[in-house]
């Protein structure tokens, strides 16, 4: 039965209030991205972790009101891309980074311009991240 749209307002109006947690992603270009997503997908096969989007992780993990994580979505620090996510020993650390070395030496020379950036709604007890759900997208102004 479908809802009217008084309460699909209602609903908008419930999640906007309700705290969760919000993360703000670089979004990486076409250029770059099948190399990263090549390297990710090796990386994940052989120790694990869950599939994610490349993305180059701009805020992480900020407890916010939809509507307070949005005014937030402008300023933002600290970016680093991860190719793997997930535990894993100092050991298997060490052969990950061999092996990125090995299928892409000059992956950690790689430069593009992040135009684009996204604000995800995280839930790091969802190991497999597939839960986390993209709020808004937006381009970055470059001067």
Known sequence: MPISAEQEALEA??????MHRYAVWG?????????????MEALREEFGGP???PHISIVGSCLDTEDEA??????ACMPHLSLLYG???DEEKKRA???????????TELQYVI?????????????????????????????
């Open 13 to 18: 109006q419930k999640d906007a209030l309700e």
């Open 27 to 39: 979004l990486i270009p076409e250029n770059a991205y099948k190399r990263v997503k090549k390297v």
């Open 51 to 53: 599939e994610v989007e």
């Open 70 to 75: 949005i005014n937030r979505f402008t300023g």
């Open 87 to 89: 535990s894993l020993t």
């Open 97 to 107: 980074k061999e092996k990125v070395l090995a299928m892409d030496p000059s992956i």
């Open 115 to 143: 135009s684009r950036v996204a604000l995800y709604r995280v839930n790091f007890a969802d190991r497999t991240q597939k839960s986390w759900v993209k709020v808004r997208e937006g381009n970055l102004k470059i001067n």
